[in-house]
């Protein structure tokens, strides 16, 4: 069984632009604490070459292995992404900011593989076009998703009907955004 994550996003980064580049952080810093212990898988797919002129990703390598989330702040700079300081990565998630920093330069047609629970961060655009890319997310369907109230998972498999028809109609027709100004 496997669900997909209502979190789904595709990103322009543009060149030069502040409010493209995301800092450190842990994508369980965006949801409800029911969905801190609940793996989720995500899929980063860049839609050109991906490096670090274009503002590639960066992971701090073994940063889930303690099985916690670090005090992230928000918000940082004029964006709504929250932020985690390099020394509280240090601290909480026990690692070496200094060796444990990998940089993920990932060409056309690839695609990196996180967690959750793993810090992570996109560099600067320094070129002069836009880098685009896709991230998505699974986990199993009987674990929470951290979005309860405003948007459901949609089952993608089931071993129980190899002829499992995916319903996309109540995915489609709810807006999570519009559920979370209200």
């Known amino acids: 069984e496997i669900v ?3 979190v789904w996003n595709l990103r322009p980064k543009s060149p030069m632009n502040d409010q493209t580049m995301v800092p450190w952080h842990q994508d369980n810093a965006y949801f409800f604490e029911s969905a801190l212990h609940t793996l989720i898988v995500t899929a980063w797919i860049p839609l050109i070459d991906a490096n670090v002129s274009n503002g590639c990703m960066q992971v701090v390598r073994g940063g889930h292995r303690v099985g916690k989330t670090a005090t992230h702040t928000c ?4 964006t709504w992404h929250v932020d985690l300081a390099e020394d509280e990565i240090e601290k909480t998630l026990e690692v070496d900011m200094k060796k444990d920093v990998v940089t993920c330069e990932v060409p056309l047609g690839g695609v990196l593989f996180i967690n959750n629970s793993i810090p992570h961060r996109s ?9 685009w890319s896709l991230d998505l997310r ?6 929470s998703n951290g979005f309860h109230g405003l948007k459901e998972s949609i089952l993608m498999r089931t071993s129980r009907d190899p002829n499992y028809v995916i319903n996309w109609e109540g995915f489609a027709t709810i807006d999570r955004h519009k559920l979370q100004n209200e």
């Open 4 to 6: 997909a994550h209502p």
């Open 75 to 78: 918000c940082a700079g004029d």
């Open 123 to 131: 560099l600067e655009n320094y070129s002069d076009k836009i880098r």
């Open 138 to 143: 699974w986990q199993k369907p009987n674990l």
